[in-house]
């Protein structure tokens, strides 16, 4: 069974701080992604990553940046967190985009208020 | 480009009753296409998928989905609700073709069970 963590569930940050937002999966996926989740808007993707040291931004990288070091762990970085960046943060984890094997396996999900 | 429409951001069906979810997309290669589930306060969750093998796809929880290639449709169902499937339902379309085969994502319908 696929696993992807999340480093936690509900985050509450001031505007202007550095967040840190982890992700861990535990089957040896190539590829990670990092997604906003807004009321009505859907999943939006922010930036993905298909090998170690490898990214690309998404559709929305504007105010984020990531890290991924080693294969398991993506993490998502908002440099000076600001109100707009409330929203629901997912991630997710996909073997490779080769055939049948384009699903995702998502987290839980981080919950982050900007105050 | 590839979209994704989802008729209906709220829907309501009694339990017992017939779930029907519309999905539309746009594609102009063939497409993998997928609907997923979420739960309050949950990441999302694989249901089904469609990779050409069979236009009828059957997943899990008893929903199935038909792609209709004529009709550009890929809408899920579920013959009977059971309250335990109130929750968010996400379709998404994949390029079949292309290097990197991320998914697109409608914006999701709310579903309630009524007693």
Redesign the interface.
């Given at each position: 069974d696929v696993k992807?963590t999340q480093s936690s569930?509900y985050l509450v940050k001031r505007t202007g701080e550095k967040v840190f937002l982890e992700c861990v999966q535990d089957m040896d996926h190539e590829n990670m992604?990092w997604y906003r989740q807004d009321p009505?808007?859907?999943?939006r993707?922010i930036y993905?990553s298909y090998d170690v040291k490898m990214k690309?931004k998404?559709d929305i990288p504007e105010g984020y940046s990531v890290s991924r070091e080693k294969k398991e762990r993506f993490s998502l970085i908002l440099e000076s967190a600001s109100t707009n960046q409330t929203s629901m943060y997912?991630c997710?984890s996909r073997l490779e985009?080769g055939?049948?094997f384009?699903?995702?396996?998502?987290?839980?999900?981080t919950?982050l208020t900007v105050t | 480009a590839q979209s994704v429409t989802q008729l209906g951001?709220h829907v309501s069906v009694s339990e017992g009753a017939l779930v029907l979810l519309r999905c539309n997309y746009s594609s102009s290669v063939p497409p993998?296409l997928?609907w997923?589930v979420q739960y309050p306060?949950?990441?999302?969750?694989?249901l089904l998928?469609y990779?050409s093998a069979a236009t009828l796809v059957k997943g899990i929880n008893g929903f199935e989905a038909e792609f209709k290639k004529s009709e550009t449709s890929f809408h899920l169902t579920k013959p009977s609700a059971h309250m335990s499937d109130a929750a968010e339902y996400?379709c998404a379309v994949?390029d079949r073709e292309?290097?990197?085969?991320?998914?697109i994502?409608?914006?999701?319908t709310k579903l309630s069970v009524k007693p």
């Open positions: 992807v569930r992604f009505g808007l859907g999943l993707l993905f690309e998404g997912l997710a985009p055939q049948g384009r699903e995702q396996y998502f987290g839980p999900g919950r | 951001s993998y997928f997923y306060n949950q990441g999302l969750q694989l998928k990779t996400f994949s292309g290097s990197q085969g991320n998914l994502f409608g914006k999701g």
